[in-house]
C-alpha cells in the first residue's frame, strides 16, 4: 500500500542551527502539505503545497520557514534558524485530488536543544 | 477563525463497551468533515464525511455528519483494547488546497 514516507524520524539541533525535513509524497498525488503537533497540543497547518508553489500558509509559517520540491518527488521543509519553541512532531501529508483523503507520514520529531 | 471541538477530551471504558465520540465545527467554506486514529505517530485516516445523514461504515466504526447542526459523531461498537488511541476531527476548511483544521483529539483507553 502506498503511503508517505518521512526522515529522519527523530531529529536534535542546536538553537539556531539550519534543519531539512525531509517527506516523500504518495506518487500520484498533487497536494502536499506541512503539519506541526507540539507535545500535548493538537496538529496546526503549516503550509500546503501545489502546482510546485505554496498555495496557502498559516502565521506559524515565517519567513524561518522554506519547501521545496526539489526533483518531482522529494518535499522538504526548511527551518532556517531553529528556536526552542519549534520543537515538536512535523507531518507531512499528501492528497491526490481536492476532495479527498490527506495520507499523513509518521512524522519527524524535531528536538531543539 | 475556523474552530473544531472535540468531547470528550477524554474517556476510559471496558472491552466491550460502546463509545460515541463528539465533534462539532465552525469553519469557513466548509468541503468535508474527517476523522483519524493517532496511535502513537501518524493520524490514520478513518472517514471522510461530505453530505448530511449518511452513515459511513466500516466494521465496528461508524460516522454521521449534520450539516445543519455542525456535528458529527464517532461510535465504535464492541471496543476492543486495540482500539485505544486519541481520535482526532478535522475538518478540510479555506480556499485553494483545504487544509485541514483539527480539534484537540479524543483520548479513548479501552480496559480489558
Known amino acids: 500500500e502506498p503511503e508517505v514516507t518521512q526522515t529522519p524520524s527523530h531529529q536534535v539541533t542546536q538553537m539556531g542551527q539550519e534543519v531539512i525535513l525531509r517527506c516523500v509524497p504518495i506518487s500520484n498525488h498533487l497536494y502536499f502539505y506541512w503539519y506541526r503537533q507540539i507535545l500535548g497540543q493538537k496538529v496546526e497547518f503549516l503550509v500546503s503545497f501545489y502546482n510546485n508553489e505554496i498555495s496557502e500558509k498559516s502565521e506559524i509559517f515565517d519567513d524561518q520557514f522554506s519547501v521545496e520540491r526539489p526533483d518531482g518527488s522529494n518535499f522538504t521543509l526548511k527551518i532556517r534558524s531553529t528556536k526552542l519553541e519549534d520543537s515538536a512532531m512535523y507531518f507531512c501529508?499528501?492528497?491526490?485530488?481536492?476532495?479527498?483523503?490527506?495520507?499523513f507520514g509518521q512524522g519527524t520529531r524535531l528536538t531543539v536543544v | 477563525e475556523d474552530k473544531v471541538v472535540q468531547s470528550p477530551l477524554s474517556l476510559v471504558v471496558h472491552e466491550g463497551d460502546t463509545v460515541t465520540l463528539n465533534c462539532s465545527y465552525e469553519?469557513?467554506?466548509?468541503?468535508?468533515l474527517l476523522w483519524y486514529k493517532q496511535e502513537k505517530k501518524a493520524p490514520t485516516f478513518l472517514f471522510m464525511l461530505?453530505?448530511?445523514?449518511i452513515e459511513k461504515k466500516s466494521g465496528r466504526l461508524s460516522s454521521i455528519l449534520d450539516k445543519k447542526e455542525l456535528f458529527s459523531i464517532l461510535n465504535i461498537t464492541a471496543t476492543q483494547t486495540g482500539d485505544s488511541a486519541v481520535y482526532l476531527c478535522?475538518?478540510?476548511?479555506?480556499?485553494?488546497?483545504?487544509?485541514?483544521?483539527f480539534g484537540k483529539g479524543t483520548k479513548l483507553s479501552v480496559i480489558p
Open positions: 469553519v469557513t467554506n466548509f468541503r468535508s
Open positions: 501529508a499528501s492528497r491526490a485530488q481536492i476532495d479527498t483523503e490527506a495520507f
Open positions: 478535522a475538518s478540510y476548511s479555506g480556499a485553494g488546497s483545504y487544509q485541514l483544521t
Open positions: 461530505t453530505s448530511s445523514g
